[in-house]
């Protein structure tokens, strides 16, 4: 497995998910590479995975990640300390990225 696959697994399979425990279980060997490649813990490395996904804008909308995942804004807005630390890690691709509300 390559860094690159795994995070493509993830994404994949990210895609009407709502985040749910069942994500996180059918993920578990990819979400575990990304994190022996990288600091960051399961969550941030699915979060990662969207970003790295959408590495060609600099803006993404909470309500964009919603509608890929079929949750409701707040579901992301629960993960905004995640983000934050990716953010200070330096670890996505475009940074600054904007986590916008709208």
Not at 13 to 22: M, P, Q, R, T, V
Not at 33 to 50: D, E, G, H, S, T
Request: charge should be positive.
């Amino acid at each position: 497995m390559t860094l690159l696959a795994a995070i493509e697994q993830v994404v994949e399979a990210a895609e009407d998910s709502g985040l749910s425990d069942e994500l996180m279980e059918k993920v578990k060997r990819s979400v575990g590479y990304i994190c022996r490649k990288l600091p960051m813990n399961k969550i941030q490395a699915v979060l990662f995975a969207l970003f790295v996904d959408r590495a060609d804008n600099h803006r993404i909308r909470l309500g964009e990640l919603a509608d890929y995942l079929k949750c409701r804004n707040v579901r992301i807005m629960k993960y905004m300390n995640e983000i934050d630390a990716l953010a200070r890690q330096r670890l996505s691709i475009n940074w600054p990225v904007r986590l916008s509300a709208t």
